[in-house]
């Protein structure tokens, strides 16, 4: 925008001298928006004159420093429907350090406890000890086994049911954090959509207007990082 600035100035200066042409320059800018080198990659049709106001109009022109490109900046970009996003993030975290919490070997089967019904079953253990070992355990294997130990059913068939039973309860427990995970895989691409098509939505309203440069790479920034954040928080999800 500095730059169109001082070049429609530059060209309103020297309207006698201009010629129908283009001129193609090649910019190097550094961090601080300083011009640190430019040529001239092609002439067509254009006069010297132009070709040199235009060299000066670079040179004249006052560039910001560039912005750094850490998460913030790129938070920022992304426009309001990061903040759902975010939102989204955080609990994918929590339902993630929830699970492997909770799917821990020593929380559902632990090998100690395994080995004591293997043992009980030989004979090899008193069922006074497998008690206590299903209740330190605090496991799911360890409320299966006290549940069967406990339960006043004599018949096999019926005590089998019963602990098939208690098993799916158990199964129905280990499986919490999994729908949150499932609505997150579904929002979360979802509003990166809508980013992307709030982007665009601000490119094409401004498109042709004079001065829309920095609206168009807005929306361009807007559209791009939803879809990438949406994405980026769905796929750990699946």
Same mark, same amino acid.
């Given at each position: 925008?500095?730059?169109?600035?001082?070049?429609?100035?530059?060209?309103?200066?020297?309207?006698?001298?201009?010629?129908?042409?283009?001129?193609?320059?090649?910019?190097?800018?550094?961090?601080?928006?300083?011009?640190?080198?430019?040529?001239?990659?092609?002439?067509?049709?254009?006069?010297?004159?132009?070709?040199?106001?235009?060299?000066?109009?670079?040179?004249?022109?006052?560039?910001?420093?560039?912005?750094?490109?850490?998460?913030?900046?790129?938070?920022?970009?992304?426009?309001?429907?990061?903040?759902?996003?975010?939102?989204?993030?955080?609990?994918?975290?929590?339902?993630?350090?929830?699970?492997?919490?909770?799917?821990?070997?020593?929380?559902?089967?632990?090998?100690?406890?395994?080995?004591?019904?293997?043992?009980?079953?030989?004979?090899?253990?008193?069922?006074?000890?497998?008690?206590?070992?299903?209740?330190?355990?605090?496991?799911?294997?360890?409320?299966?086994?006290?549940?069967?130990?406990?339960?006043?059913?004599?018949?096999?068939?019926?005590?089998?049911? &019963? *602990?098939?039973?208690?098993?799916?309860?158990?199964?129905? $427990?280990?499986? +919490? !954090? %999994?729908?949150?995970?499932?609505?997150? /895989?579904?929002?979360?691409?979802?509003?990166?959509?809508?980013?992307?098509?709030?982007?665009?939505?601000?490119?094409?309203?401004?498109?042709?207007?004079?001065?829309?440069?920095? &609206? *168009?790479?807005?929306?361009?920034?807007?559209?791009?990082? $939803?879809?990438? +954040? !949406? %994405?980026?928080?769905?796929?750990?999800? /699946?």
């Amino acid at each position: 925008r500095a730059i169109g600035e001082q070049w429609y100035r530059q060209c309103d200066l020297n309207r006698d001298l201009i010629v129908t042409g283009t001129v193609r320059i090649r910019i190097l800018i550094n961090k601080n928006g300083k011009v640190s080198s430019m040529r001239q990659t092609s002439r067509v049709g254009a006069s010297e004159v132009q070709k040199s106001f235009t060299f000066l109009a670079i040179k004249l022109a006052r560039l910001p420093a560039m912005p750094p490109e850490d998460c913030i900046t790129f938070f920022q970009a992304g426009g309001v429907f990061m903040y759902p996003l975010a939102a989204c993030s955080v609990l994918l975290i929590a339902a993630i350090i929830y699970r492997m919490f909770n799917m821990k070997r020593s929380t559902i089967c632990p090998a100690r406890l395994t080995r004591a019904v293997e043992q009980y079953t030989r004979g090899a253990l008193e069922r006074s000890e497998l008690e206590r070992m299903a209740a330190d355990s605090d496991s799911v294997e360890g409320r299966l086994v006290l549940d069967a130990l406990n339960s006043p059913l004599e018949d096999e068939a019926a005590l089998k049911e &019963m *602990i098939q039973v208690k098993a799916r309860e158990e199964f129905v $427990t280990l499986q +919490a !954090g %999994l729908p949150l995970l499932d609505m997150i /895989v579904m929002i979360a691409p979802m509003f990166g959509i809508l980013g992307t098509a709030s982007g665009l939505v601000q490119i094409f309203s401004v498109f042709g207007m004079d001065e829309s440069h920095g &609206m *168009i790479a807005q929306g361009i920034a807007q559209a791009l990082n $939803t879809t990438i +954040a !949406g %994405l980026a928080i769905a796929t750990p999800a /699946v």
